[in-house]
């Protein structure tokens, strides 16, 4: 890109040396600079970049955005300095990939809970009615049925996801269903992404350790939706929980159409006589155009939620009917790690979760109770270097079930032992078991289960691995589970 026009993007700079021609790509990481790049100082919470300009122009950087003065050699490199490299990165990401969200209907998803879900089944309704996709959020990134990278976090950083959108732009995709989380929003994350629709799931106690008060956390969700802004081209719709307690608070704070869904209270899209079966949902939905009958392989009432949350979502946008989106619901599949069955050996109904929240403990337990023929077993873990509060929290929610083990999802550089005595704090009974090593934790549920008990291992979902210090360790809750059942009950 031509390198006059990208800076011009920067209103307040100052320049040192002259501009090179060209700029090829743009990086934060010293060690992804090439050639006719340019590299932007961010202070993070460990590195700061300003410390690496100089690998980053041995790597071929020709071009350096920081905030005060750096050891550069101009003749190698010009510098430009800003007052702040995290709002200039945003500007400068937007320019050079030429703003592919303003091309693009994208369906952006926050709260506590239900996001992958939500935005999972979002992307699922737009293919089915034959629209060009991409899925963008803790699973990774998708364009149509192809999985093109994981993500480490569920809202990637503001490079990445201009790239992501550049990339989607590029091969087609008109509609981009993205996951939008607490930190992305609080960090800048999403600066420059023109969202078209924004829903709200839920919110409930979690990353307090980060943002300090429930009051916080609401006010870094509600930027998604006070950021809204009518254009004349392009109108916003904001999609709301009317039964959660935050909904005034977010409705109060946002200056587009509002549509809402529930279940208790009166809602524009509304899901009454539910009925909830070992293998799927039915409901009856009614809406602004009638009531029709609805059935989801998904179980229990928090995934009615976050079917209400998709069909709202994607019928104030799109020209799709209702008879439509409720026949694509039938076959909108259960996303992995989220309440999903392992087709086991022994007898046993084993889920796999990433209810990582008490209140997401909670739902998934209670959907699993109608169906419970023997004992109910729970592994339920927390993560080290995170939010202690939540911990006693967790096992308090767990303790509905008849057997506990209280285990660890990733240990960071924490002790496990204080990680483990902060859950035991929790539990109201004594059928429990801590167990430090997840792998070990899993098994023991297995081992200690009988036929036609019902097992959930929650905290993790799909994720490939455990964080142990600064290491990241292979490590899927379902490949482990598939492996002890078939080890310990291998002829049934």
């Not at 010293?30 to 961010?42: E, G, K, T």
């Not at 997401?360 to 202690?388: E, H, M, W, Y």
């Not at 934790?441 to 036929?451: F, K, L, T, V």
Request: glycine share 6%; hydrophobic share 35%.
């Amino acid at each position: 890109m031509n390198t006059y026009e990208l800076i011009s993007s920067l209103k307040i700079k100052q320049q040192i040396g002259k501009l090179p021609n060209t700029i090829s790509s743009i990086s934060h990481n010293s060690r992804q600079v090439d050639d006719n790049s340019l590299f932007i100082c961010i202070s993070g919470f460990t590195v700061d970049g300003h410390n690496f300009v100089a690998e980053a122009v041995e790597n071929g950087a020709s071009c350096i955005v920081a905030e005060r003065e750096v050891n550069l050699d101009t003749n190698k490199a010009t510098l430009i300095i800003v007052p702040d490299t995290n709002k200039a990165i945003a500007t400068l990401a937007a320019t050079f990939y030429k703003h592919p969200s303003h091309n693009l209907t994208i369906y952006g998803v926050t709260g506590t809970n239900g996001k992958t879900t939500v935005t999972t089944i979002i992307n699922h309704l737009l293919t089915d009615n034959e629209l060009s996709t991409a899925l963008i959020g803790t699973n990774g990134f998708q364009i149509n049925k192809d999985i093109y990278s994981s993500s480490n976090n569920t809202t990637s950083d503001v490079l990445t996801n201009q790239h992501m959108l550049y990339e989607a732009k590029n091969q087609g995709v008109t509609h981009v269903a993205m996951e939008v989380s607490s930190h992305g929003l609080e960090q800048g994350r999403l600066w420059g992404i023109d969202f078209t629709v924004a829903t709200f799931t839920n919110l409930s106690h979690e990353h307090l350790d980060y943002h300090g008060s429930m009051e916080e956390y609401a006010a870094t969700k509600v930027q998604l939706f006070s950021s809204l802004a009518i254009q004349p081209n392009k109108q916003k719709i904001a999609v709301l929980n009317r039964d959660d307690n935050w909904y005034e608070y977010f409705q109060k704070r946002t200056p587009v159409q509002i549509v809402s869904y529930g279940i208790y209270e009166q809602a524009d899209f509304r899901a009454t006589a539910i009925k909830y079966y070992k293998d799927r949902t039915s409901f009856e939905l009614l809406t602004p155009e009638g009531s029709f009958q609805v059935q989801t392989k998904l179980m229990g009432e928090f995934n009615v939620y976050n079917v209400l949350a998709a069909i709202a979502s994607v019928y104030v946008k799109e020209s799709i009917p209702l008879t439509d989106l409720v026949k694509s619901i039938e076959g909108t599949p259960t996303p992995p790690g989220r309440m999903e069955k392992l087709e086991s050996s022994g007898n046993r109904h084993i889920y796999i979760d990433y209810a990582h929240t008490p209140d997401a403990l909670t739902k998934a337990i209670n959907s699993l109770l109608p169906f419970k023929q023997n004992k109910l077993i729970v592994v339920v873990g927390t993560g080290g270097d995170r939010d202690k509060s939540i911990r006693p929290l967790l096992a308090k929610a767990a303790s509905v079930a008849d057997y506990v083990i209280l285990t660890i999802n990733d240990p960071r550089h924490e002790d496990p032992n204080n990680i483990l005595q902060d859950l035991e704090n929790g539990m109201l009974h004594h059928q429990y078991t801590c167990l430090e090593n997840r792998k070990e934790a899993i098994r023991e549920a297995i081992n200690y289960s009988s036929p036609n008990d019902i097992i959930l291992i929650a905290g993790k979902g799909k994720e490939p691995y455990q964080i142990i210090k600064n290491k990241k360790v292979a490590h899927n809750d379902a490949t482990i589970a598939l492996e002890c059942s078939n080890e310990l009950f291998p002829n049934i």
